[in-house]
């Protein structure tokens, strides 16, 4: 398994935090928020997915695969506990990963994903996953397409399009989305009901108002779902919440972690 590339902020030995990107992003989207969790203390870690960014492909791109990734890059980083961060594709696969290594996170924060057994794929997605279509879509698609598809429904400018596009950049990154989309079945997560809740760690739900693909109706049952959690709304922000908001979401992601850090975390 090949070493993913990451971008990295704060003194090692300060409370860790690991942040995990969505799709079709890159770590160039916790930019914005690795200086100031540094300024605050904290040592932050964001990994480019395999296939994304500057990770090379690491065939087949399956949801299992990504999480065995996560744990092989926390031990070869020397991470102990940390606050886990993750945004759309990062939830469900370090949310996986949180359950599965209960005894590590020290916090979460969750950001326009899903975690339900009983969730529903979007348009986009049931594309990507159909046989053919999926194809042409990741072949047929431009970088000029691509930056004014992202532009059409965020503040994702072209210098960020053009850090995402480079999932796209060669025949087995295209394939890895396919094989990403294509291996998970919500249905796998009936075996993690309520494990979320069983962690018992402070957990910030940081949500974009506006998200056509993962509705604020997914926060608030987080939130109903892991007692204790804080729920956070971003007015006038969409799926890409980061990419829309990063100074208010670096604020309360930053406020949260300040509250919620341990002392014994390392």
């Not at 770590?27 to 100031?36: I, N, Q, T």
């Not at 804080?230 to 208010?248: C, K």
Request: glycine fraction near 12%.
């Amino acid at each position: 398994m090949p070493d993913l590339h990451h971008r990295e902020a704060g003194t090692p030995g300060n409370p860790a935090v690991l942040l995990v990107h969505g799709y079709p992003e890159s770590s160039h989207m916790w930019e914005p928020v690795l200086a100031p969790l540094a300024a605050a203390g904290f040592h932050a870690l964001a990994p480019d997915l395999a296939g994304f960014g500057d990770s090379p492909a690491d065939p087949p791109g399956t949801w299992q695969r990504h999480v065995e990734a996560l744990e092989e890059f926390r031990s070869q980083q020397g991470l102990g506990s940390f606050a886990l961060v993750v945004h759309d594709w990062g939830g469900l696969i370090g949310l996986r990963w949180a359950c599965d290594h209960a005894e590590v996170p020290w916090a979460l924060v969750i950001s326009d994903t899903g975690f339900f057994a009983d969730g529903k794929w979007h348009g986009l997605a049931e594309a990507m996953r159909a046989p053919g279509q999926g194809e042409q879509l990741v072949d047929g698609m431009t970088e000029e397409n691509f930056a004014g598809m992202l532009a059409g429904i965020s503040k994702i400018g072209p210098e960020a399009a053009s850090e995402y596009f480079k999932a796209f950049a060669d025949e087995p990154r295209r394939r890895g989305q396919l094989e990403l989309y294509r291996s998970g079945e919500f249905s796998e997560l009936e075996a993690y009901e309520g494990k979320l809740a069983e962690l018992g760690v402070p957990t910030l739900i940081l949500w974009g108002a506006d998200d056509p693909f993962a509705p604020v109706a997914g926060a608030e049952r987080f939130a109903r779902e892991i007692p204790g959690s804080e729920l956070v709304v971003i007015e006038g922000t969409g799926h890409f919440v980061v990419d829309d908001a990063p100074d208010r979401y670096a604020e309360e992601l930053v406020t949260f972690l300040e509250r919620a850090r341990p002392d014994t975390a390392r």
